[in-house]
């Protein structure tokens, strides 16, 4: 969630503004971080089974 608030940030630094506040986007980061959560924690019993941790 972090890295993809710092890369807003940057954007909005570097090239212009987003069609989102600050509150939007602190919900965006929170969805990609649960989501990045969600998908290692299903996909570790995948890869720990094939010898891939």
Not at 5 to 15: F, T
Not at 23 to 52: D, H, N, Q
Request: charged residues 10%; contains cysteine.
């Amino acid at each position: 969630m972090l890295t993809f608030l710092v890369c807003v940030q940057g954007y909005r630094l570097l090239i212009g503004s987003l069609p989102t506040g600050y509150l939007g986007m602190i919900v965006i980061g929170l969805l990609v971080g649960t989501t990045a959560g969600m998908m290692s924690y299903f996909a570790e019993p995948r890869l720990a089974a094939k010898g891939r941790t």
